[in-house]
Each structure stands twice: as C-alpha cells, then as structure tokens.
C-alpha cells in the first residue's frame, strides 16, 4: 500500500511502528459555528482512510481533537453574552450529529483541548527547559531558529518566511527574538477563559494542543497525522516542530493533506463567505450523498462543490443502493447447483481492482469506479441462473466495498407476512407475560413504521 508524504512529496510505501496496529491523529474543527462542507472533507476523507485500514486487518487508533479554545469562540461567547464552554459544547454536539449524519465513525478519542491544558503546560515547560522557548511578559514563544528542521514539512525556509513577512513585528508582538517565533502560551485579557500556569493566567496557543493530546493518546511517535492541506504551514510545521523538540524523535511517519473544497474555484471558508453548512445540505439530502460526492474526487485534488455535482452523485449512490437491495432480496431465488466459476472469478477480479485504487494513496474515485462496474455486472447476472454460493460472494463483494466507502444497502421493507409472524410472536409474548418481549416487537415494529393497534377483535397493523 502506498501513500503520498507530504513530507517527501511522494508517494512511499506504508510501514507501521507496530506490526498491525496504525497510530492515527487528525486535527478537528474549532468548534464556534455549524460546520460547512469544507470541513466535512477532511472528516469524510480521513474515516475513510481509517475504514480502509481497518478493511486491511489493522487496529486503528484514531485521534481527533475538538479545539475548544480560540478567538473565534470567544468572540462568539461575547456577541452572545455566555461563556465560552456554551458556545463550544454546543457546537461540538452539533458537530456530532452533522458527522452521524455523514456516517462519520466517532475517533477512537475525541480530546477536547481544554481537558489538556495540564499536559500543554507541561510540553511547554519542556520545551523552555531544552532551550525551545522563552518567556517574556506572560507570553511564552517558541525559538524556531533552535528547530534545525523547521520548515522541513512545508519546504519553506526561514530566511525566505522573514523576509515575505516583514509585517510580522509590527503587530505588537515585538517582544519576540525572532518574528517567526510562534506563541505557545498567551497571558489573559479581560473577558477571556484562562488557566493559572508558571508564567501566570493565560491560555495555550493553537499548536501546542496537538503535539499534547497526539503525544497523550498515541505515544509520542504516530503513523499518520492528517488535516487540510492549509494546515501545512504553520500549523502542521509548528507541531513537528514542538514535539521534535521534546521527543527527539520525528514525530509522524506520514503527513497526509486533502485539497480544498471549492466553490465557484475558491476555497469555501467561513472568511470568504461563501459557505454552504452541512446542517443545509441535509434539508435536501441524505448526507450519505454528501458522502459518496466527496469520495468521488481523489483526495488531494480541489473539489468544486455544486449543485448539478450532489445530483449526479445522487444518482450513482441510488444507482448502487438499488442493486445492493436486489442482491439482498433475490437470494432466495438463486439454485443451490450450476456453474459458480465465472461468477466467482469476476468477483474476485472486482475485489482486486478495489484493493488496487485504494492501495494507491486511497484512490476513492477509481475505487468508486469498480464499485459501478460491479452494479453494472451484478445487474446482468440473473438469480435463476446464478448458484447461491457465486450470489452470496458477489453480494458480499460489493458490501465490502460499500462498507469501506460509506455506502449502505437500504432497509429492507417487512412483507406483510413477516409482520404478522412478529405479532403472533408479541402475542405469545404476552400471554406468557414476557411484557419486556412484546414492547420490544412493538417498539422494533414502530421503528420501521408499523404501528399495531390492539382491539377487542384481535391486533390491527398499518403502515405509517
Ligand atoms: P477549522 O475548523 O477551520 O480549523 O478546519 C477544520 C478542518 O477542516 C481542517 O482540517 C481544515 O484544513 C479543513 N478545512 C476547512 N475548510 C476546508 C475546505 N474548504 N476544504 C477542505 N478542507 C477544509
Ligand atoms: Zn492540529
């Protein structure tokens, strides 16, 4: 399997520290509004690699923090009138349910930065020990000229960064040694969330929270770090940096950065104002849709968001869903005896094809390719003539690579037999005052919207 570096800038062949276990950290939202789309491509991206991974047989351990403190979300809290905790609790519940919708599996952890303040202040306190940082005036600055590497992620070099940044100290922070120098830990000002530390009440800067809750629930060496190709510089820079510097050890093996997603060819952000929320698209769609557009672009590529595109990928995703319901549901029909082989062996072919896309730095979009190419195939082959045995590993085949993919075979329609099967069943139920038994039918029954009314001449059912 390979997977392209950003830090060779190119693609290597994929090694873990553990044999079968991958150590795996993407950095989350700062949580001070709904998210837009544009964040839910790294989102969508990463719990697919995450999902491929796991397709291969590795243990992942998958980290993605909420960062909880920010300018932004102060600002927020003081436009409301609250405190900060509200604005971030409540966007990180909303958060929550705008990945549920999107199939997003829940990180393995999802650290919360001001739950590790502890840890940042000792990194911090490190970090001075060693001669990284220095303090002055309750501001605490990382001493990048100390880093011999900086800039070994994102190719810049300091003397160019100096000189195409002359600004830099002339924005109040002229008490740095350097201007590249970045903040670690600033002191509070009025109004502001702060924590006691060594150099007074403040709070951390953004990068630090990383290297700690990385360094806290992987180990201080990972696999995989991940993010939005604009978080290279200086985000990503300033953690290698931070952690390199305490650990003496490089940090991440592989730097993965998804491209931007667009809209009208530029970058949707909250700053531009030309975002479309997540919460929106939901209105009009399935988010499985949102999902299945995503993956249709390679990773690194910019995707342009538009209407006409979430129509076509619904289309496609209705496309496969129908066919993944029709080899659920003509199984049955299938003859137990007859020719498996051509069956079997255009499954295996199709299985390969799918390992081959995704081995090759996670190419979702050939990969949803052979997924077509198997509906297209699956529809050709008749029940009646096609064993159960060649059915089964076709059908299994292609839920696989749903799976990987986020794509779900739809929820099979009771027949009307199989209801009246469950109310006999709740009516045994009762009589042997199982009641637990028979709300339970009931309650499953109600869920798929079948609603049974009990009358003196026996139970009634309807759809809803
Ligand atoms: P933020 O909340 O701005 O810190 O962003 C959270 C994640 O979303 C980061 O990994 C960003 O790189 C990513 N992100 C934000 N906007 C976009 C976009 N338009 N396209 C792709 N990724 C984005
Ligand atoms: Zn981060």
Redesign the pocket.
Known sequence: MKIYNTLSRQKEEFTTLEPGRVRMY?????VYNL?????A??MIFFDTVRRYLEYKGYDVNYVSNF?DVDDKIIRRALEEGVDSAVISERYIEECKKDMAGMDVRPATTNPKATEEIGGMIEMIQALIEKGFAYEVNGTVYYRVRNFKRYGMLSGKNLEDLVSGNRTLLVTGEDEKEYPMDFVLWKPKKEGEPYWESPWGQGRPGWHIECSVMSKKYLGEQIDIHG?????IFPHHENEIAQSEAVSGKPFSRYWMH?????INNQ????SLNNFVLVRDIAKKYDLGVLRFFMLSAHYRNPLNFSEELMASAKNGLDRIETALARLRDEAEKCPEEGAAEPVLEAAAKFRADFEAAMDDDFNTADAISVLFELVKFANMQEPGETPRAAWDELRKTALDIAQVLGVKEPAQELLDKDIETLIEERQAARKAKNYARADEIRNSLAAQGILLEDTREGVKWKRA
């Open positions: 993407v950095c989350g939202p700062t998210i837009h789309v544009g964040n491509r790294p960062t993010g939005g190709e604009d978080l998804n491209g931007f997603l667009n970058k949707m952000s909250k």
